[in-house]
């Protein structure tokens, strides 16, 4: 089992198109770090959320941490073909462990 | 300045067989974790190390270890290669203790055959 379950697992959309992906778990997370992974490549840090209920925006990403810093989720607006890739979160629990725990992602292809 | 390098970038290694993978961080950096990502899955982590001190263990067997040197740089040891090494191995590091944010290199395939 999981500890970070993400869905969709896969998304295929048409430029323009609005889209959200989730990354929910049981547990609690002292934070939550969102990543882009292109193939063949490392991992590309998006963004670090840390207070229940913050919400960050990058361009057209906007990133929310849930009220109880259980769950978080990536809406992306006016979705372009530079936006595919996986898309990966990540925390460390609240008060457990110091390992790091990333989700399965969700791989996003936006077609033009 | 330069992001964190890993070497080599490819690597074909036979059953039984061991391989040290290296990997240098962001200047400054203190700190370097290992992942290992299999085609399908996120990153799981094996290690993590700061100020050449082992910080944190993923559930791996002992026939992986790592060690940090004094100019931060990281090596990553497999003996023993089993098929189910076979993946992308990532290098991160991050400028303190903390692994909240950090930055990866373009990772090392390792196929096993």
């Known amino acids: 089992t999981q500890l970070l379950e993400q869905s969709p697992q896969f998304l295929s959309i048409q430029e323009g198109e609005n889209l959200t992906v989730y990354c929910n778990s049981s547990?609690?997370?002292?934070?939550l770090q969102w990543y882009r992974q292109e193939p063949g490549e490392g991992p590309v840090l998006l963004v670090t959320?840390?207070?229940?209920?913050e919400v960050k925006k990058l361009k057209r990403l906007t990133f929310q941490f849930g009220d109880a810093r259980k769950d978080s989720s990536l809406h992306i607006t006016a979705a372009q073909p530079g936006d595919t890739g996986l898309y990966l979160c990540?925390?460390?629990?609240?008060?457990?462990?110091?390992?790091?725990?990333f989700g399965r992602g969700t791989s996003l292809i936006v077609h033009p | 300045d330069a992001g964190v390098t890993q070497s080599p970038t490819h690597l074909i290694k036979t059953r039984g067989q061991h391989v040290t993978l290296r990997c240098s961080p962001i200047?400054?950096?203190?700190?370097v974790s290992w992942y290992q990502q299999v085609l399908g899955q996120g990153p799981q982590f094996i290690f993590q190390?700061?100020?050449?001190?082992?910080?944190g263990r993923g559930n791996f067997p002992d026939r992986f270890s790592a060690r940090q040197f004094p100019n931060y740089s990281s090596e990553l040891n497999v003996n023993a290669l089993l098929l189910g090494d076979s993946a992308l191995y990532l290098c991160?590091?991050?400028?303190?203790?903390?692994?909240?944010?950090?930055?990866f290199g373009p990772g090392t395939r390792l196929t096993v055959t």
């Open positions: 959320v840390v207070t229940g209920g």
């Open positions: 190390y700061y100020e050449k001190e082992e910080r």
């Open positions: 200047s400054g950096h203190k700190s």
């Open positions: 547990s609690v997370f002292s934070s």
């Open positions: 990540a925390g460390s629990q609240s008060g457990g462990s110091y390992i790091p725990t």
């Open positions: 991160a590091s991050s400028p303190g203790k903390g692994v909240y944010e950090q930055y």
